[in-house]
């Protein structure tokens, strides 16, 4: 056989195998746009939507067993114990549908987390000082105020009750309750409070903890919807008519990015003063059942954290909104009786105040319980 034979047999191969190929990558992509039969996503082959789907999976399914963080902010504590709070972390972050407020972390009985209708368990749950009257402080939030990734012992609530112990050892009794939400925000426990007064739970503190959510994202706080709000339309417009034939499409990330149709500069001050505007009528709602409101703007890791790049855990994004929006919450909220800004607690900050991209260690939360604590006036 001459060499030119042998080099169009080689050149012929390539071509048969290109071709193989390309077969095979149209045979794929019939197949993946039959398994995303009726769904809609963001990507036009159905093969990257697919491969995108794997990916987010896979990414949950690992993240449980990434607990380097938590070996970080717990040097103290072994490494099966931070795995185990990871793990449970990711175990107990799923939601129900839950009648007037749309939905609530689900009932959960692990080893470090329990959660039982839209209270969190708090430990120590208060401080029983032998006096005849005991106040009930609750606490709202998002994820933050939740505790995410933390255990019982080491939320806001929790801390409160324990910074409260030492400050107030003659004080009156104190009773605290965890109605923290991950992604809630002040609109969304507007709604919880609403409904816990109406079903006869009356605090007589309530303690509101907010800004991430409101303001990252913030598709949901600008038009005043859940975060899940497109899984419930696409249940009514859809899925009651599909006969069981119908999957939900999560498309999340639009939450979180900025309007096409509205100018960045209104999108930005709408979204304080919805946020304002909440915070007026919860406290309406608190003045008609007697109870006495404090707010807090939450420090962000996307605004004054100077650290924020050589922190190993946080998020390191830097061009987001906070940085226009956090200026004009503190302007505004110096003249609202009873809100604190808490925005620039990061400042100084150089150990570990965070113990994944977004959620605050449990030192951290140590001393945003003390600030609290600090603006908290027991009548």
């Known amino acids: 056989m ?3 034979q042998k080099k169009l047999g080689t050149g012929g191969k390539v071509v048969l195998s290109l071709f193989l190929l390309l077969i095979l990558l149209i045979v794929l992509e019939g197949i993946f746009s039959m398994v995303l039969y009726q769904q809609y996503g963001p990507e036009k082959a159905a093969a990257v939507e697919v491969l995108k789907t794997v990916k987010n999976r896979f990414t949950k399914r690992v993240f449980p067993l ?24 990711m175990e107990s972050n799923r939601f129900i549908q839950e009648s007037w407020i749309e939905f609530r972390n689900m009932d959960y009985n692990g080893r470090y987390m329990h959660m039982s209708g839209v209270n969190r368990r708090s430990s120590p749950d208060g401080f029983y000082n032998n006096t005849d009257d ?12 939740f505790g995410f990734n933390v255990m019982d012992n080491e939320t806001i609530p929790s801390q409160f009750a324990e910074l409260y112990k030492q400050k107030y050892p003659n004080g009156k009794s104190i009773r605290v309750l965890n109605f923290g939400t991950p992604t809630y925000y002040s609109y969304q426990e507007l709604m919880l409070l609403s409904n816990l007064i109406y079903n006869g739970h009356k605090p007589d503190v309530a303690v509101f903890l907010d800004g991430i959510n409101d303001f990252w994202f913030a598709t949901a ?15 009514f417009d859809k899925g009651l008519r599909s006969n069981g034939n ?9 939450m979180f990015m900025d309007p096409k149709n509205v100018p960045l500069d209104e999108y930005n001050r709408k979204l304080v003063v919805n946020y304002f505007e909440n915070i007026s009528n919860i406290k309406m709602m608190c003045d008609m059942a007697g109870a006495k409101a404090f707010f807090f703007a939450q420090p962000s890791p996307f605004y004054n954290y100077p650290n924020q790049q050589k922190d190993p855990i946080c998020f390191k994004d830097t061009n987001t909104r906070f940085n226009y929006i956090y200026p004009l919450v503190k302007k505004q909220g110096s003249s609202v009786n009873d809100f604190t800004f808490l925005g620039d607690m990061l400042k100084h900050e150089n150990g570990y105040p965070f113990i994944d991209g977004l959620h605050y260690s449990p030192a951290f939360i140590k001393k945003v319980a003390g600030q609290i604590l600090d603006a908290v006036k027991f009548e």
């Open 66 to 89: 990434d607990d380097k963080a938590h070996n970080l902010v717990r040097p103290d504590s072994s490494k099966e114990v931070n795995r185990r709070i990871a793990e449970e972390a």
């Open 2 to 4: 001459s060499a030119n």
């Open 134 to 145: 005991t106040l009930d402080i609750y606490f709202f939030g998002g994820s933050t105020m």
């Open 246 to 254: 119908f999957q939900l499409v999560d498309t999340a990330d639009n």
């Open 221 to 235: 706080a600008y038009y005043r919807q859940s975060y899940f709000s497109y899984v419930f339309r696409q249940v």
